[in-house]
């Protein structure tokens, strides 16, 4: 019995020690099940720096209005309107085989209709020219912007995107 008192002080302090500012009604985000996410993690990811920075946005989920939420590091916020490039995996959002706007994840897609990962793991893509769908790595580059779109747990977007296959070294350093 005496982890109990160990387990009830981490249990309340843990919010202060990681920087987690209570919002009336917020929880941290509905992570993806245990289970499914450690099968992810054998798959293939994308490991960009991009990706990093974006990890290190905290998400949350509002019980009360349905909604996610972010806090965006100051690194993140400065991308705004800035060029940059990553890679990924395709997640259409039409039933075409090619497209101009799509999801860009970190990790491989496992079902056609959910977000592999976690909302700080996706970002949506608009391209300047139709992309064809692949299981594989693709590059992006174009203008980054900040979205708010809390209902469907958005917050990252490249316009004005260019796709290009990754090279040699980039599928390399991309799978697992």
Not at 19 to 41: C, L, M, T
Not at 63 to 76: D, R, W
Not at 162 to 171: A, C, E
Request: charged share 20%; with cysteine; net charge negative.
């Amino acid at each position: 019995m005496k982890t109990f008192p160990a387990l009830l002080f981490l249990m309340l302090t843990a919010p202060f020690v990681l920087g987690w500012q209570e919002v009336e009604g917020e929880i941290p985000a509905p992570a993806q099940p245990g289970d499914e996410r450690a099968q992810q993690d054998g798959l293939p990811q994308a490991h960009d720096p991009l990706w990093v920075g974006l990890g290190q946005c905290r998400i949350g989920y509002n019980e009360k209005s349905g909604l996610y939420t972010i806090a965006l590091t100051p690194q993140v916020k400065q991308l705004a309107d800035q060029t940059v490039s990553a890679s990924g995996f395709i997640l259409p959002l039409d039933s075409s085989d090619r497209t101009r706007h799509f999801l860009l994840t970190k990790r491989t897609p496992v079902c056609l209709y959910c977000a592999p990962g976690e909302p700080n793991e996706v970002i949506e893509v608009y391209s300047e020219k139709p992309v064809t769908w692949s299981e594989d790595l693709i590059n992006v580059t174009g203008k980054f912007s900040l979205v708010d779109n809390g209902d469907q747990g958005i917050f990252f977007a490249i316009k004005d995107a260019q796709t290009s296959k990754p090279t040699t070294i980039d599928r390399f350093l991309g799978g697992n």
